[in-house]
């Protein structure tokens, strides 16, 4: 029948106005002989508008008329419908929800009579009520048809507003365990034989452990199997196997019906490559020996549902004091939160913004966190021990773990999360935690949870809101508590234990953790806005301690930077407001001694830390540091108190240069760590190299104004050598140089000499005054004739004494010569009188090879502390920093009269210039580029670790877990880390046989 224009134009407007889409296939769907009797019956329209999509629930009506089994059938359908509102709701909001099971209903046309009945017993069904519903199902295809039928009456209840988030998720995980339960039964009516030999139990784990199962999940076990009594346990394990197996072929294979859902049983120990079914003292023993953190977190939900419950029942009870002992193990929380951190890096990066579970701010952060809090305190409060996520949040609550307001938003936050997953899931019935981006999904979704008024948008602005509290309160709910307990701070709630207190700061990490309790105390106390800022700073600044290797250091170095700024204004707000800035300093003061110390000594320089003008972390050229230091050498009164000026810039500076290295090492949420560590290395070397040519220069023109005011009567330059003239020092290398000078026109040169002489010892007894920063030592060792020459000489005699004196090691030693501070003119002539020396003409001679390696071999003979570990020893072991160095300079000497790019004191840029002139393999140079960068780093991290130079790894545990955390490995991966620099230092110590010692193969 086709409607007249008048009254289509009317049905049109109400269409639209009861939020129809298409409006005009609704019409044509309208004037179907199906719906003839409900064409003019306005409860329709508005039963239709009630609907998550009315286009969706009108086709699904007309399909499901279409498919009844004749007119009688279409009419009690229609009767029903136009008679029970109930019937109305549930089917129309099915309907409009879900074309997965509109497509069931078509198959099955009479399944909707499932919906008819509406008494109290009905609204809650629990196992036993599926289990009926699914007694008549003998096999796979009846069992997916009794099962979609049944969770037909869940998502009516659902989608209508009968039952909320945690009793429909209940609901399907007690349908589950109804479904497999007749899964069991269908197998072991297959094979009597085997179910005569065994005893097994199905253990839930997972969502349907815990009560809270999706729509469309994985439904994750475990198996357990016993010997009847009599039987042979071998026989009896594989007999439960074969059962087991064919149970989950029931549940997971596809039918003409469709799936149930795949049953992985993946949690078990050793995972898909273990057993399928243990024995229960089988299960105990890997637990108790190989057992990871995260099996024991997944056995929080373990729960027995199918199959011998007694024995399900027996395994549990086995497993559950293993689980709250789990937070005793070492390394509890750093590896329940690296599994948190490596969940989020696999999500592909096209997707992270829009997932519902793993994403931050999403279901996982909340479930983990509640499960952390669970493992560490249910060991002792009993009732913390559900395995359903809310329900245990509310006990967090109730016990004081978790302050109320905070548990309120995240169980509000949880449930919008998990209906907007439900619904996205119940469309089709596919497993996926995706957020739709087609905007017909979306307004589904958004209409679905009654976000009726823009649904499209209101569903973005509350999932973001909601991830936005999720991940807020993730990073806040396992520390927050401590500052309640120790601040008293959760007025009229219970608190947080002093003993439950202490019992977290253990599991996080602390070794000390009555002193880091006092320390809370003394940060966060208190009424004034400074305790209440720190309020809000500390729980995430716990974490980042945590994080580390020290986090007793990191709280004590935030408490002493805190009293020495505390009244400064700018000091917490900076921490507040600007980003990089807390995470900065965490990572900094828990990276080791020498940052905090030089921190300590000069708090001010925390706002380098922020992300504002004040230059952040980006190192200073030497320009800009030789000028800053030169101004405040002109304003002091006297070289001494010039020499503490250029200190003081030392000081700042050298903590800049350790903190961009802690956090280029490290990385933090804003700035991950860097990726390339041989530009890092060679940032901190320059900027290093950089400060200490300042230094100098500063000092330098400090004893000049005093002793002549300026007016000395030499010219004085001052020739960096080794690490330092290859701008490669480390924080604790002395720096190495040489003194020239040339008498001006007219002075007598022993006048002059006399001059330079008294500079050279001034400089060097004013450098030498003690101090508690980190030393500035001047070595001059490397001079004609060694300690025995004069520490300074003038050009002349430099000239006269290379021409005639000198020896191949001093050739050696002046290819990383550079002038790095005074008079610029004459250091370009010294340049220019040794580079006949270090880039001979004729190359070497053999025996100036030879006389190179004897060298080598007696410094390293010489130099290697009695006792130390030569494999590990990253200066002089083999594959170490003398053996990348030796190696390249040989290089020079041989070939940088020939090739220019070899003209360089940098050892790794030489060492590209030789790989460019075919000197050396690229996998050789890439061989040796490795083990040096690998090596500065080791003996960087131990002066940051340590606030003392060394060579070696260091020995205390703690140390050594510090220095593995800034090379990239985490709690409990020290042995890789030595393991790692082992095979490394091997790999290049092959490569210098064969270019330094001439080994033929290696």
Same mark, same amino acid.
């Given at each position: 029948?086709?409607?007249?224009?008048?009254?289509?134009?009317?049905? =049109?407007?109400?269409?639209?106005?009861?939020?129809?889409?298409?409006?005009?296939?609704?019409?044509?769907?309208?004037?179907?002989?199906?719906?003839?009797?409900?064409?003019?019956?306005?409860?329709?329209?508005?039963?239709?508008?009630?609907?998550?999509?009315?286009?969706?629930?009108?086709?699904?009506?007309?399909?499901?008329?279409?498919?009844?089994?004749?007119?009688?059938?279409?009419?009690?359908?229609?009767?029903?419908?136009? *008679? *029970?509102?109930?019937?109305?709701?549930?089917?129309?909001?099915?309907?409009?929800?879900?074309?997965?099971?509109?497509?069931?209903?078509?198959?099955?046309?009479?399944?909707?009579?499932?919906?008819?009945?509406?008494?109290?017993?009905?609204?809650?069904?629990?196992?036993?009520?599926?289990?009926?519903?699914?007694?008549?199902?003998?096999?796979?295809?009846?069992?997916?048809?009794?099962?979609?039928?049944?969770?037909?009456?869940?998502?009516?209840?659902?989608?209508?507003?009968?039952?909320?988030?945690a009793e429909s998720a209940a609901e399907l995980a007690d349908l589950a365990t109804a479904t497999l339960r007749a899964a069991l039964g269908i197998a072991e009516a297959a094979a009597p034989e085997d179910a005569a030999l065994c005893r097994l139990a199905v253990i839930a784990m997972g969502k349907c452990g815990g009560h809270e199962l999706n729509y469309v999940s994985d439904v994750d076990v475990i198996f357990v199997g016993e010997a009847t009594e009599g039987a042979d346990e071998t026989k009896?394990?594989?007999?439960?196997?074969?059962?087991?197996?064919?149970?989950?072929?029931?549940?997971?294979?596809?039918?003409?019906?469709?799936?149930?859902?795949?049953?992985?049983?993946?949690?078990?120990?050793?995972g898909r490559n273990g057993p399928l079914v243990r024995t229960v003292s089988s299960h105990l023993a890997y637990y108790q020996r190989w057992a990871k953190t995260w099996e024991f977190q997944a056995l929080l939900k373990a729960r027995p549902v199918a199959g011998d419950l007694d024995l399900g029942a027996e395994y549990v009870a086995a497993v559950q004091p293993l689980v709250w002992k789990a937070a005793e193990r070492e390394n509890f929380v750093p590896d329940v939160q690296k599994m948190r951190?490596?969940?989020?890096?696999?999500?592909?990066?096209?997707?992270?913004?829009?997932?519902?579970?793993?994403?931050?701010?999403?279901?996982?952060?909340?479930?983990?966190?509640?499960?952390?809090?669970?493992?560490?305190?249910?060991?002792?409060?009993?009732?913390?021990?559900?395995?359903?996520?809310?329900?245990?949040?509310?006990?967090?609550?109730?016990?004081?773990?978790?302050?109320?307001?905070?548990?309120?938003?995240?169980?509000?936050?949880?449930? =919008?999360?998990?209906?907007?997953?439900?619904?996205?899931?119940?469309?089709?019935?596919?497993?996926?935690?995706?957020?739709? !981006?087609?905007?017909?999904?979306?307004?589904?979704?958004?209409? *679905?949870?009654?976000?009726?008024?823009?649904?499209?948008?209101?569903?973005?602005?509350?999932?973001?809101?909601?991830?936005?509290?999720?991940?807020? %309160?993730? !990073?806040?709910?396992?520390?927050? $508590?401590?500052?309640?307990?120790?601040?008293?701070?959760?007025?009229?709630?219970?608190?947080?234990?002093?003993?439950?207190?202490?019992?977290?700061?253990?599991?996080?990490?602390?070794?000390?953790?009555?002193?880091? %309790?006092?320390?809370?105390?003394?940060?966060?106390?208190?009424?004034?806005?400074?305790?209440?800022?720190?309020?809000?700073?500390?729980?995430?600044?716990?974490?980042?301690?945590?994080?580390?290797?020290?986090?007793?250091?990191?709280? %004590?170095?935030?408490?002493?930077?805190?009293?020495?700024?505390?009244?400064?204004?700018?000091?917490?707000?900076?921490?507040?407001?600007?980003?990089?800035?807390?995470?900065?300093?965490?990572?900094?003061?828990?990276?080791?001694?020498?940052?905090?110390?030089?921190?300590?000594?000069?708090?001010?320089?925390?706002?380098?830390?922020?992300?504002?003008?004040?230059?952040?972390?980006?190192?200073?050229?030497?320009?800009?540091?030789?000028?800053?230091?030169?101004?405040?050498?002109?304003?002091?009164?006297?070289?001494?108190?010039?020499?503490?000026?250029?200190?003081?810039?030392?000081?700042?500076?050298?903590?800049?240069?350790?903190?961009?290295?802690?956090?280029?090492?490290?990385?933090?949420?804003?700035?991950?760590?860097?990726?390339?560590?041989?530009?890092?290395?060679?940032?901190?070397?320059?900027?290093?190299?950089?400060?200490?040519?300042?230094?100098?220069?500063?000092?330098?023109?400090?004893?000049?104004?005093?002793?002549?005011?300026?007016?000395?009567?030499?010219?004085?330059?001052?020739?960096?050598?080794?690490? =330092?003239?290859?701008? !490669?020092?480390?924080?604790?290398?002395?720096?190495?140089?040489?003194?020239?000078? #040339?008498?001006?026109?007219?002075?007598?040169?022993?006048?002059?000499?006399?001059?330079?002489?008294?500079?050279?010892?001034?400089?060097?007894?004013?450098?030498?005054?003690?101090?508690?920063?980190?030393?500035?030592?001047?070595?001059?060792?490397?001079?004609?004739?060694?300690?025995?020459?004069?520490?300074?000489?003038?050009?002349?005699?430099?000239?006269?004494?290379?021409?005639?004196?000198?020896?191949?090691?001093?050739?050696?030693?002046?290819?990383?010569?550079? $002038?790095?501070?005074?008079?610029?003119?004459?250091?370009?002539?010294?340049?220019?009188?040794?580079? $006949?020396?270090?880039?001979?003409?004729?190359?070497?001679?053999?025996?100036?090879?030879?006389?190179?390696?004897?060298?080598?071999?007696?410094?390293?003979?010489?130099?290697? $502390?009695?006792?130390?570990?030569?494999?590990?020893?990253?200066?002089?072991?083999?594959?170490?920093?003398?053996?990348?160095?030796?190696?390249?300079?040989?290089?020079?000497?041989?070939?940088?009269?020939?090739?220019?790019?070899?003209?360089?004191?940098?050892?790794?840029?030489?060492?590209?210039?030789?790989?460019?002139?075919?000197?050396?393999?690229?996998?050789?140079?890439?061989?040796?580029?490795?083990?040096?960068?690998?090596?500065?780093?080791?003996?960087?991290?131990?002066?940051?670790?340590?606030?003392?130079?060394?060579?070696?790894?260091?020995?205390?545990?703690?140390?050594?877990?510090?220095?593995?955390?800034?090379?990239?490995?985490?709690?409990?991966?020290?042995?890789?880390?030595?393991?790692?620099?082992?095979?490394?230092?091997?790999?290049?110590?092959?490569?210098? #046989?064969?270019?330094?010692?001439?080994?033929? !193969?290696?």
């Amino acid at each position: 029948m086709t409607a007249v224009p008048g009254r289509r134009s009317s049905t =049109f407007t109400r269409l639209l106005r009861h939020g129809f889409t298409d409006a005009s296939a609704a019409e044509r769907l309208l004037d179907s002989p199906e719906l003839a009797p409900l064409r003019d019956d306005p409860v329709l329209l508005e039963a239709l508008g009630a609907t998550a999509d009315p286009d969706l629930a009108l086709l699904g009506l007309v399909r499901l008329l279409e498919a009844q089994h004749g007119p009688g059938a279409r009419r009690e359908l229609l009767d029903t419908l136009i *008679s *029970s509102k109930p019937l109305r709701d549930r089917l129309l909001g099915v309907l409009g929800a879900s074309t997965a099971l509109a497509d069931h209903l078509t198959r099955h046309p009479d399944d909707w009579q499932a919906l008819v009945m509406y008494e109290a017993y009905d609204l809650h069904p629990g196992v036993e009520e599926f289990e009926a519903g699914l007694a008549e199902a003998t096999d796979p295809v009846s069992l997916r048809v009794a099962y979609r039928r049944c969770l037909l009456s869940i998502a009516a209840r659902d989608v209508c507003g009968t039952t909320g988030l945690a009793e429909s998720a209940a609901e399907l995980a007690d349908l589950a365990t109804a479904t497999l339960r007749a899964a069991l039964g269908i197998a072991e009516a297959a094979a009597p034989e085997d179910a005569a030999l065994c005893r097994l139990a199905v253990i839930a784990m997972g969502k349907c452990g815990g009560h809270e199962l999706n729509y469309v999940s994985d439904v994750d076990v475990i198996f357990v199997g016993e010997a009847t009594e009599g039987a042979d346990e071998t026989k009896a394990v594989r007999a439960a196997t074969r059962l087991a197996s064919h149970m989950m072929r029931i549940c997971s294979e596809t039918t003409v019906e469709g799936s149930i859902w795949p049953v992985d049983a993946n949690l078990r120990p050793e995972g898909r490559n273990g057993p399928l079914v243990r024995t229960v003292s089988s299960h105990l023993a890997y637990y108790q020996r190989w057992a990871k953190t995260w099996e024991f977190q997944a056995l929080l939900k373990a729960r027995p549902v199918a199959g011998d419950l007694d024995l399900g029942a027996e395994y549990v009870a086995a497993v559950q004091p293993l689980v709250w002992k789990a937070a005793e193990r070492e390394n509890f929380v750093p590896d329940v939160q690296k599994m948190r951190r490596r969940v989020v890096e696999n999500i592909p990066v096209g997707e992270v913004d829009r997932q519902l579970k793993l994403g931050p701010g999403g279901l996982r952060d909340v479930e983990f966190a509640v499960q952390l809090l669970q493992l560490v305190h249910g060991r002792a409060d009993t009732s913390l021990r559900s395995g359903t996520t809310l329900d245990a949040l509310a006990a967090l609550a109730a016990g004081g773990y978790v302050g109320r307001a905070d548990a309120a938003q995240l169980d509000e936050a949880y449930r =919008f999360l998990r209906s907007m997953e439900h619904r996205i899931q119940l469309f089709r019935l596919r497993r996926t935690h995706l957020v739709p !981006e087609d905007e017909a999904e979306l307004r589904r979704i958004g209409r *679905s949870l009654g976000l009726r008024a823009d649904p499209v948008a209101d569903l973005h602005r509350e999932w973001r809101r909601h991830a936005g509290v999720v991940r807020r %309160l993730h !990073e806040k709910l396992f520390y927050r $508590p401590l500052l309640d307990a120790v601040a008293q701070l959760a007025t009229g709630e219970a608190r947080l234990s002093t003993e439950a207190a202490r019992e977290r700061m253990v599991a996080l990490g602390y070794a000390d953790p009555a002193s880091a %309790l006092r320390h809370l105390e003394a940060l966060a106390s208190g009424v004034t806005r400074k305790a209440a800022i720190q309020r809000t700073l500390l729980p995430v600044l716990l974490g980042w301690f945590a994080d580390s290797a020290d986090p007793d250091a990191g709280l %004590l170095g935030f408490r002493k930077v805190s009293d020495a700024l505390g009244k400064t204004p700018w000091y917490l707000r900076l921490l507040r407001d600007e980003g990089a800035a807390a995470q900065n300093l965490a990572r900094v003061l828990s990276a080791g001694r020498l940052a905090p110390d030089l921190l300590m000594r000069a708090p001010e320089a925390v706002a380098l830390l922020g992300d504002g003008d004040g230059g952040g972390l980006e190192p200073r050229s030497r320009a800009h540091l030789e000028q800053e230091i030169l101004a405040a050498v002109r304003r002091a009164d006297g070289a001494a108190q010039a020499v503490t000026a250029a200190r003081g810039v030392r000081r700042r500076e050298l903590f800049r240069t350790a903190a961009v290295d802690i956090v280029g090492s490290y990385g933090t949420e804003e700035q991950p760590a860097e990726a390339d560590q041989g530009a890092l290395v060679d940032r901190v070397g320059a900027a290093v190299s950089d400060l200490t040519a300042a230094t100098l220069a500063g000092t330098l023109r400090a004893v000049v104004r005093d002793g002549w005011g300026d007016d000395l009567p030499t010219r004085f330059a001052i020739i960096g050598m080794g690490r =330092f003239g290859g701008h !490669e020092l480390g924080y604790g290398s002395d720096a190495d140089v040489l003194f020239v000078h #040339e008498p001006r026109e007219g002075v007598d040169e022993r006048e002059a000499s006399r001059a330079a002489n008294k500079v050279v010892s001034e400089m060097r007894r004013l450098l030498q005054i003690p101090s508690a920063d980190p030393p500035l030592l001047i070595d001059a060792d490397l001079r004609p004739e060694g300690k025995s020459g004069p520490l300074v000489r003038t050009l002349t005699s430099y000239e006269a004494y290379y021409r005639r004196w000198a020896l191949t090691w001093e050739s050696h030693a002046l290819l990383r010569a550079e $002038p790095v501070a005074g008079d610029e003119d004459l250091g370009r002539r010294f340049m220019d009188l040794i580079d $006949p020396l270090r880039y001979p003409a004729d190359g070497l001679t053999d025996e100036a090879v030879r006389e190179i390696r004897r060298l080598k071999a007696r410094m390293e003979s010489e130099r290697l $502390p009695r006792g130390a570990d030569p494999k590990l020893h990253a200066k002089l072991g083999p594959g170490g920093l003398s053996d990348v160095e030796w190696t390249v300079q040989l290089m020079q000497l041989r070939h940088g009269s020939t090739e220019p790019g070899l003209r360089t004191t940098r050892t790794r840029e030489a060492l590209a210039a030789a790989r460019t002139a075919g000197l050396i393999t690229d996998e050789d140079a890439a061989t040796l580029d490795e083990a040096w960068v690998l090596a500065t780093r080791v003996r960087n991290a131990v002066m940051l670790v340590r606030g003392r130079a060394a060579d070696t790894f260091p020995t205390e545990p703690r140390e050594l877990a510090a220095v593995g955390r800034y090379l990239g490995y985490g709690p409990g991966h020290a042995g890789d880390m030595l393991d790692a620099y082992r095979r490394t230092a091997r790999r290049a110590r092959g490569v210098v #046989e064969q270019l330094f010692y001439g080994i033929a !193969e290696r």
